[in-house]
C-alpha cells in the first residue's frame, strides 16, 4: 500500500530485505522509504541502506522483544 501513495513522489520504498545501517546498529525494518538519492555501504554483504528517511517496525505481544 506504502508503494502506491509513494508512486509520483522521490520516495522509494525498500522491504525487510534492505538491512538499515542506523547509528551503530543493523536493523531489517518492515518496510522501510528513502525520499532523494538510496545511500548503500556496497562492501558489505548484504548492502546495508545508509540513508532511511522512514522506518516502520510492526511489533506485536510475541515479537517486542526481539524487534
Known sequence: MLGTQLDGSPCEGYTT???VLNA????HA????????AEF????TPE?????TL????S????AGPD
Open 55 to 58: 522506518m516502520v517496525e510492526v
Open 41 to 44: 555501504n556496497r562492501s558489505k
Open 24 to 27: 551503530s546498529s543493523y536493523l
Open 17 to 19: 530485505t534492505a538491512r
Open 30 to 37: 518492515n518496510l522501510s522509504a528513502v525520499c532523494g538519492e
Open 48 to 52: 546495508n541502506l545508509l540513508t532511511p
Open 60 to 63: 506485536s505481544a510475541s515479537t
